[in-house]
């Protein structure tokens, strides 16, 4: 009888054992699960900084153009245009942050809808933070421009808004390019030109080392305006996939436009 129950014991004691090691087994499996999908989100898995742009839906305009810039150290920058009502585009910086899944950004401003990242997109959500459905929530889609400096011949278009007049062979346009090794070369209208750049946090840039031969041109004029621009440049933005070079009071330098 004694050694009967001394069994049942060990019995019930195994049994509980191998019950709790396998809640145990399961709940590794579960939160290994739940840590490898939260890894796996927007925040950490996509190449997410950069410009975004596209034209909202308005209740009463057009549209609203909007241009949006998050940066890798959690700022932004939004420039939104009321079309049909103001050519002005209303310009807002701030911070943001990632929601507890990685997926959305949520601007300082609370006023500010949150942002969906996606592929080479943000969608602008509704208060709650959901995506807009039916026929319209295409439009509620910013989509990533060209953002990369390097690889494109960038061809002058104007200075301050006002076009400038081209010649049609595009090897005499001038233009500037943009090397991986933090150099520059590039043309003025008249002399060849060559530098160095440095790159800040949230799209701040800086030129220096600048060199350009001393042929004399007609075109002077655009050389004089191109340099003054080259040198008064602090930051830069991509704007209806044009280069847009601004000085240190976000005033509009100059616009370029790839040649390709």
Same mark, same amino acid.
């Given at each position: 009888m004694k050694t009967t129950l001394i069994n049942s014991l060990?019995?019930?004691l195994v049994l509980l054992f191998t019950s709790c090691n396998s809640e145990k087994k399961k709940e590794t499996q579960i939160e290994g699960s739940q840590m490898e999908a939260m890894s796996d989100n927007s925040m950490t898995s996509l190449d997410w900084g950069g410009t975004y742009e596209? !034209?909202?839906?308005?209740?009463?305009?057009?549209? $609203?153009?909007?241009?949006? *810039? $998050?940066? !890798? &150290?959690?700022?932004?920058?939004?420039?939104?245009?009321?079309?049909?009502?103001?050519?002005?585009?209303?310009?807002?910086?701030?911070?943001?942050?990632?929601?507890?899944?990685? !997926?959305?950004?949520?601007?300082s401003d609370s006023k500010r809808n949150p942002y969906f990242v996606g592929e080479n997109t943000l969608t602008h959500l509704d208060k709650d933070g959901n995506k807009i459905s039916g026929d319209m929530k295409a439009q509620y889609v910013l989509k990533k421009v060209n953002d990369k400096l390097v690889g494109e011949k960038w061809h002058l278009v104007s200075f301050k808004g006002e076009e400038i007049q081209l010649k049609e062979a595009k090897s005499e346009h001038a233009y500037i390019e943009f090397n991986e090794n933090f150099t520059i070369l590039g043309? *003025?209208?008249?002399n060849n030109l060559q530098g160095a750049y440095k790159l800040e946090d949230a799209q701040k840039i800086k030129f220096s080392q600048l060199i350009n031969t001393l042929k004399a041109c007609p075109e002077i004029e655009t050389e004089n305006e191109f340099l003054k621009t080259i040198n008064s440049t602090a930051s830069y933005a991509f704007e209806d996939h044009a280069l847009v070079m601004y &000085?240190?009071?976000?005033?509009?330098?100059?616009?370029?436009?790839?040649?390709?």
């Open positions: 060990c019995i019930t596209g !034209q909202l839906p308005c209740a009463d305009c057009e549209g $609203i153009k909007t241009i949006v *810039t $998050i940066n !890798q &150290d959690n700022t932004y920058v939004m420039k939104e245009t009321y079309l049909g009502k103001n050519a002005t585009p209303n310009e807002s910086k701030g911070t943001f942050k990632w929601d507890d899944q990685g !997926q959305r950004i949520i601007f043309y *003025t209208g008249c &000085d240190k009071e976000h005033q509009k330098l100059a616009t370029f436009k790839a040649a390709n």
